[in-house]
């Protein structure tokens, strides 16, 4: 995986002053290229117009590295980042905004009340299983697969050494 690609070191930086292990931050970065569409960078839902107002939790469509979806969602990241999200759903696509969300999110557990820390420790990297930390099992083997290759990379570069 190329981490000079896209976002990649900025979301890096985010997992390293965060604190977070080195595979713990290869997970954030195989869910990032996997949520982003392989762009590693925020991104809109897909779809036209018509087709996102056609869902029930328009305005708040899924946006950012995590494709953060619904009011709720929208809420609680504005809260815990001291942003109105509500009021500027684009803001979730400043990259900034949208790395504090992923990286916070994922080892905090804002998202399905799963954490990082829950999947992926010293002693361990379920990566497969840390999908549920975003999204049930969808693609978990998929993502689990990036992750092994990031968690390659950033020991090559010696990440948290």
Aim: hydrophobic residues 40%; glycine residues 10%; aromatic residues 12%.
């Amino acid at each position: 995986m190329n981490l000079d690609f896209g976002c990649t070191r900025l979301i890096l930086a985010k997992c390293f002053a965060e604190g977070l292990l080195r595979n713990q931050a290869a997970y954030v970065l195989a869910t990032t290229w996997h949520e982003s569409g392989h762009t590693m960078r925020p991104v809109r839902e897909m779809g036209g117009e018509t087709y996102l107002r056609s869902k029930t939790y328009y305005p708040y469509v899924g946006m950012g590295f995590v494709q953060l979806t619904w009011k709720r969602n929208y809420e609680f990241a504005s809260k815990k980042l001291g942003v109105d999200f509500v009021a500027n759903p684009r803001l979730l696509l400043d990259p900034e905004h949208a790395g504090n969300i992923i990286v916070r999110g994922m080892e905090q557990g804002w998202f399905t009340g799963k954490k990082l820390a829950d999947y992926i420790t010293l002693q361990a990297s379920n990566f497969e299983g840390a999908r549920r930390i975003i999204n049930g099992t969808d693609r978990a083997a998929l993502i689990a697969g990036y992750a092994a290759q990031y968690d390659a990379d950033l020991k090559a570069i010696g990440y948290g050494s």
